[in-house]
């Protein structure tokens, strides 16, 4: 045999788990089809990565099994991650919400696990086709190298044009492993001609609570030329089937502002009402929505009530997904039930493993798929 384990994909997972496992003494390659290691790494966080969030729980992932995560999460945490973050001198920021970013660059997350991987002698081809996956005698062999372990770390197919391929998908299924259907997730949502108002004051944003089901998130939602954006809308976008409403409460504690309203302003319209309650291009939209022909002076408590319940349940039923081209993230992938949830390791195939954003384990907004990329990571490298 070559090595002790060839790893596939050199996103955040597989160098995190190549580093580690490099340095606790395996003779480790790492194989990616792209020109540079860390692609989605450099992207994310506008370019200052978003690598963890000091709230990670179990509760912030979607999967198949809820307590698939446990974990790995518990034994590789934030801390952990911060840590290390903090021993290579990267200097950081809470921006909101317990997420983390680099003060300076991404590129310093992608240098951070180079030299670790530097440290732990790992090898990493770049610009290599994975082709056929042999597996004889317990050695997998890959590109014409072979390892009693191999790493399935090739992420999921979201955002194509930058090499993501669902490549881990038909290699799990070649082992025998199911495949949760995967999906776009954390994806901006798309409105039909019904709501072509909405899609006309594009660029306008507000605080709302947006809710899928019964789940809801407190964030900004932005109206785009094909629908709805923003960190709430992606949020809850991981919630949403086709068929599901998308319900808005865009102005909280409606009620009590329309009666002010109508008690300091009796001879105003409902636009001039909305217009003190939210930006003023969404007012228009809403105000024609409601509609309210009187003046607030002559509207009774059951009109404000049913103006209030078109403020704080605004309800959307979006004809679709912006798809892969346009989602952080892949929610579903490798089926939990397949795997080790100590290890990452396939229960029926020794020495084969599945880490990061490739198994059916997606996280919020906000650092949390990061952070499962380190925690699987480094729960694999254990085991190799
Ligand atoms: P990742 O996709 O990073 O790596 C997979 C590797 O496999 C890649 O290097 C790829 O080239 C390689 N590969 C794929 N197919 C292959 C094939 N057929 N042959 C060979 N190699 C192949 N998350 C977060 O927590 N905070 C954030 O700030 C952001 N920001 C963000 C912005 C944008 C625009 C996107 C698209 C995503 C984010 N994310 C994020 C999500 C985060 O980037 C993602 O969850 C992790 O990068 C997943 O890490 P993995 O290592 O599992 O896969």
Redesign the pocket.
């Known amino acids: 045999m070559d090595y002790d384990a060839i790893i596939?994909?050199?996103?955040?997972?597989?160098?995190l788990a190549a580093a580690l496992a490099g340095q606790a003494g395996g003779r480790v390659l790492v194989?990616?089809?792209?020109d540079k290691?860390?692609?989605?790494?450099l992207?994310?966080?506008?370019g200052?990565?978003?690598?963890?969030?000091t709230g990670t729980e179990p509760d912030c992932f979607l999967s198949e099994n809820p307590h698939f995560a446990k974990s790995a999460l518990s034994r590789y945490t934030q801390w952990d991650f911060l840590a290390l973050v903090e021993a290579h001198r990267i200097s950081w920021h809470e921006k909101t919400l317990g997420?983390l970013?680099c003060d300076g660059s991404a590129r310093q997350i992608v240098a951070m696990l180079l030299d670790e991987c530097a440290k732990g002698g790992v090898e990493i081809r770049l610009s290599?086709?994975?082709g056929e996956i042999g597996h004889a005698d317990g050695l997998f062999g890959v590109a014409g190298k072979t390892a009693p372990q191999l790493v399935i770390?090739?992420?999921?197919p979201?955002?194509p044009k930058?090499?993501?391929?669902?490549?881990?998908y038909d290699i799990a299924r070649r082992f025998g492993l199911d495949v949760v259907t995967p999906r776009p997730a954390?994806v901006p949502l798309t409105l039909g001609e019904g709501d072509r108002a909405f899609r006309d004051i594009s660029g306008v944003s507000c605080p709302v609570t947006a809710r899928v089901g019964g789940t809801t998130f407190a964030e900004a939602a932005l109206f785009t030329h094909r629908g709805l954006s923003g960190p709430a809308i992606l949020q809850v976008s991981s919630y949403w089937s086709p068929g599901d409403a998308v319900v808005l409460n865009v102005a909280p504690g409606a009620l009590d502002a329309l009666r002010e309203a109508r008690r300091k302003m009796p001879r105003a319209h409902l636009k001039a009402a909305l217009s003190e309650l939210l930006p003023k291009r969404l007012a228009e939209v809403l105000s024609d929505r409601i509609g309210l022909a009187q003046e607030l002076g002559n509207t009774s408590d059951a009109e404000l009530a049913r103006v209030s319940e078109g403020l704080t349940a605004l309800t959307f039923h979006p004809t679709g997904t912006e798809g892969y081209a346009k989602?952080?993230?892949t929610a579903g992938g490798i089926s939990t039930e397949a795997l080790s949830s100590s290890t990452m390791e396939a229960r029926n195939v020794p020495g084969l493993y599945a880490?990061?954003?490739?198994v059916d384990v997606t996280?919020w907004?906000?650092?949390?798929?990061?952070?499962?990329?380190w925690s699987s990571?480094a729960a694999a490298a254990g085991a190799i």
């Open positions: 596939l994909g050199a996103g955040g997972a597989g160098l194989l990616d089809h792209a290691p860390g692609k989605k790494i992207i994310s966080g506008g200052r990565c978003n690598f963890t969030n997420q970013f290599t086709e994975i770390a090739t992420g999921g979201s955002i930058m090499g993501a391929t669902g490549i881990a954390l989602a952080e993230v880490i990061g954003e490739a996280g907004l906000g650092g949390y798929n990061f952070q499962w990329a990571a």
